[in-house]
């Protein structure tokens, strides 16, 4: 009898985490493999290989596969964006280079500062005739001939990738769903995405730039997905079920995904907050900030209750995204980060990487410049080898690299090194500080929660510069953004504007939007293979106060609306965020904006189990005579200190390691620095305290 095996599978920039559930005995199963860049695929499989190995499972056991993809995130990142074509309407082709004539940094910026180039350079923009009022009423027709004439133009130039945007197509399609019949008649190879099924929702700018996002990913996304679907055929001669994480906390299917690329823009950092999120609330942690530091970068969020706070105001690289994801900041502070030097002679580290080919210096591949891993290897922080001693490293290959680089600056390779680190701390807790100091929060009330390969390596130096009470690291940090995978319910959102004063709000026009809204996530989630029994529908707005420019997302309950305690709800959070609020001046008309509907097909989650007593034991962090034990430094004034060196598996729940100590495991590493004391609680999470504390 076949086994019920769901697989998460995470590819990072340097290692791919896989994560088995097997849902029949309850087994939880992880490892990793290196990341194939040039065909992340690769990888992917070579992950799916490993665990059924360690599990003795066949690919007649895979119930499903969920995979958090990094395929679209770095091809904006990057700025690969290949020939892509703008259809907008007559008069407004330049929508995108006005933009919202914002400036970074403030206005005392705009002498320095020169806008970035498009996404859609002018010349292959091209404006149809016909326009549609607020209303979607239809003011002037649309010109067949003149969509004909651009349609063949686009075909004539080559430029196969086309986002279509006109004027209040939110509020009707019809024009954008004439456009796209035409392309399909004129220039059948056309990728073809449309702002009133990417974006339903007003402001001009914003919904052309997610649509031309969309657009930008599909064909390389596609691709992507296809060829895993295609090659999971080799495992079973069954379709197995397979998803893909999309950047607003939930999975849809390989077959839907691929029609909606752009809700993949921050698939990993997504799962891995969930996963995080999840392993906290379970330990007794309901204010929470996580960290998942990988090879390239090192992503942060903020969850409050076990839920990650989400947002439609992020952007990836340059380029602003329009839709619900997870409120992630992404900083350049990975584990393959390159030291370098600025022209005027300082220390810098980040954005740049290198990457898992050729990687750091220690890597053995042909790396040339510094990074972060080599400055933690040199230092004696991490161990002369990866993934329990599957991948060795040049120690003495980061040591050259370290003081040829201290020779330039003048300073000593400890030196050298440790100030590596420190940018590199101070990199991630700018980022932490965006996600709270920023959102009106206090960074000292939260919990962080530490992951990926590289998350925890300092996270005693964050608790020193923010001035955090608690760290806790769980158990196979390295794959938790794996793990999330499997936590995740499938999910879709669909939005509507609808811009009307509260005062003169018709409930019955708004809760007949909400039901259609609801109609479609209903069929959404039918095809996913959903009961009706089994739906779950969340409903939000987003509202402001009359004259402002932006919206506070608030939830309205599933019963009959209540406009009234919906208000009470923005109030209350604006206070929160902003803190003020005009509930008590009725001169201060409250305005709704868009209307929200989150479909949701629930799974079921693997439970983290409580392997036992949390009661305080016998501190075990002194060294006793067959410890092993390393030299390391954790201050360059200092130089290198006897340091025990514990095997992470090893420590029984209640267990309590005093610093200076290094905690190892098969994807992790955690330096506890002098002055610093971590206990085993009863899940095996590595809970950090200062030792006066």
């Not at 697989?7 to 791919?16: A, L, M, N, Q, W």
């Not at 005995?25 to 799916?48: C, H, M, Q, R, Y």
């Not at 305690?565 to 604006?574: D, G, I, L």
Request: net charge negative.
């Amino acid at each position: 009898m076949a086994r019920r095996i769901r697989i998460g599978i995470d590819t990072g920039g340097t290692f791919t985490d896989v994560v088995a559930f097997d849902e029949d005995s309850g087994e939880l199963v992880t490892t990793k493999t290196p990341s194939t860049p040039g065909n992340p695929a690769d990888g992917f499989l070579a992950g799916i290989d490993k665990v059924l190995g360690l599990l003795g499972a066949t690919g007649a056991d895979i119930d499903a596969v969920s995979h958090g993809t990094t395929v679209a995130t770095n091809q904006l990142l990057e700025g690969k964006v290949d020939r892509l074509g703008f259809i907008t309407n007559t008069g407004y082709e330049a929508m995108l280079e006005i933009a919202r004539q914002s400036v970074p940094d403030g206005y005392g910026n705009s002498y320095f500062w020169v806008k970035p180039e498009r996404i859609v350079p002018r010349d292959r923009v091209q404006g149809v005739e016909g326009r549609l009022d607020v209303n979607g009423e239809e003011v002037r027709p649309f010109d067949e001939a003149g969509a004909r004439a651009v349609a063949r133009w686009f075909r004539a130039q080559d430029i196969s990738t086309l986002g279509v945007c006109f004027l209040h197509a939110y509020a009707n399609p019809v024009h954008e769903d004439r456009m796209r019949a035409i392309l399909a008649e004129e220039h059948p190879d056309a990728v073809v995405s449309l702002s009133s099924e990417v974006l339903r929702e007003y402001r001009e700018y914003e919904r052309a730039m997610t649509t031309l996002v969309d657009a930008a990913v599909k064909p390389r996304l596609s691709a992507y997905v296809n060829n895993i679907k295609s090659r999971l055929t080799s495992y079973d001669d069954r379709v197995i079920p397979f998803y893909v994480m999309k950047s607003n906390g939930g999975v849809l299917s390989a077959d839907e995904v691929v029609h909606q690329p752009i809700t993949t823009v921050l698939s990993g950092p997504a799962a891995g907050a969930l996963g995080a999120a999840l392993i906290a609330k379970v330990a007794g942690f309901d204010r929470v900030l996580t960290s998942d530091g990988g090879g390239t970068s090192t992503d942060v969020s903020v969850v409050i209750d076990g839920q990650p706070t989400l947002t439609t105001e992020g952007s990836v690289g340059a380029f602003p995204s329009k839709i619900p994801m997870i409120d992630v900041v992404t900083v350049g502070a990975g584990g393959g980060s390159i030291a370098w030097l600025s022209p005027e002679g300082t220390l810098k580290v980040g954005p740049q990487s290198a990457g898992a080919d050729p990687g750091p210096l220690c890597y053995g591949k042909g790396g040339t410049e510094v990074t972060i891993t080599d400055a933690h290897v040199f230092l004696g922080r991490i161990p002369p080898h990866l993934l329990g001693g599957e991948i060795p490293l040049d120690v003495d290959a980061a040591r050259d690299g370290i003081e040829q680089l201290a020779s330039k600056l003048g300073l000593s390779p400890e030196g050298c090194a440790t100030g590596i680190l420190e940018i590199s701390a101070w990199n991630q807790a700018n980022a932490l500080r965006q996600v709270t100091v920023k959102r009106g929060l206090d960074v000292r009330d939260f919990t962080l929660t530490t992951f990926g390969g590289s998350g925890s390596l300092l996270l005693c130096r964050l608790m020193d510069v923010l001035g955090l009470s608690t760290v806790l690291v769980p158990p196979n940090p390295g794959n938790v953004s794996a793990f999330g995978l499997l936590t995740v319910d499938v999910k879709n959102d669909y939005v509507q504007t609808h811009v009307t004063l509260a005062e003169h709000l018709d409930p019955a026009t708004v809760t007949g939007i909400y039901d259609a809204l609801t109609a479609q996530a209903a069929e959404a989630l039918a095809k996913e293979g959903f009961e009706p029994t089994e739906h779950r529908f969340v409903r939000t707005a987003d509202l402001r106060y009359f004259g402002q420019a932006f919206e506070v997302r608030v939830p309205v309950g599933t019963g009959v609306l209540d406009p009234g305690a919906v208000a009470e709800a923005f109030h209350a959070e604006h206070r929160a965020l902003y803190g003020y609020d005009f509930s008590a001046d009725d001169s201060q008309q409250v305005e709704w904006v868009n209307l929200r509907v989150s479909g949701i097909g629930p799974i079921r989650r693997p439970e983290i189990k409580r392997v036992g007593s949390s009661a305080p034991g016998s501190p075990i962090g002194r060294r006793e005579a067959d410890d092993p034990v390393r030299q390391v430094c954790f201050d360059a004034g200092q130089g290198y200190v006897d340091t025990p060196v514990l095997w992470r598996p090893d420590l029984a729940p209640g267990s309590i390691v005093e610093g200076p100590a290094i905690i190892e495991e098969f994807g992790s590493t955690v330096p506890l620095h002098p002055g610093f004391t971590a206990r085993i609680d009863e899940y095996v999470n590595i809970i950090v305290t200062r030792s006066d504390r």
